[in-house]
């Protein structure tokens, strides 16, 4: 009886494990291409709902995720400008986002940053922690015609 039981929760635990793999698989299944700019690994993307999904699951394996949406809708935006400098005026990092989500590895530190849609601009200052992620959202008022 006790070897029956051992053996339904060896099985249940091996269930369990292929099933996170294959949600883990299809996860990243639907990652964009990862990038590199100066030095720094980054994703863009989040068109469609899989991706958007997928991009959701791997912010924690990056220190900044980004996200980009109207206002009103909370629709994504795609092609935003996204310029990022250290505080001493140094690009950092220069992309047009793939979507509305942008995952990059910045190391720890102050920045300011300028993101741009359709000449609407927003500036923030933000500090990038040594540990875990920083997520930042930003709106921008829906654009009539």
């Known amino acids: 009886m006790r070897e029956a039981i051992c053996n339904i929760t060896t099985l249940f635990i091996l269930i369990g494990s292929l099933v996170c793999s294959a949600v883990q698989a299809a996860d990243g299944q639907y990652l964009p291409q990862q990038r590199e700019q100066n030095g720094l690994a980054y994703l863009s993307g989040g068109i469609g709902e899989r991706e958007a999904d997928a991009m959701r699951a791997a912010k924690q394996h990056y220190r900044l995720a980004l996200?980009?949406?109207?206002?009103?809708?909370?629709?994504?935006?795609?092609?935003?400008?996204?310029?990022?400098?250290?505080?001493?005026?140094?690009?950092?990092?220069?992309?047009?986002?793939?979507?509305?989500?942008?995952?990059?590895?910045?190391?720890?530190?102050?920045?300011?940053?300028?993101?741009?849609?359709?000449?609407?601009?927003?500036?923030?200052?933000?500090?990038?922690?040594?540990?875990?992620?920083?997520?930042?959202?930003?709106?921008?008022?829906?654009l009539d015609g």
């Open 67 to 142: 996200t980009f949406a109207v206002r009103e809708s909370k629709a994504f935006l795609s092609d935003v400008q996204v310029r990022i400098e250290s505080v001493e005026g140094n690009t950092k990092f220069d992309v047009v986002s793939v979507g509305g989500m942008v995952l990059v590895n910045l190391p720890a530190g102050s920045y300011k940053a300028e993101f741009e849609d359709r000449g609407r601009i927003i500036i923030d200052r933000f500090q990038v922690p040594r540990k875990g992620t920083l997520r930042k959202v930003y709106y921008w008022p829906r």
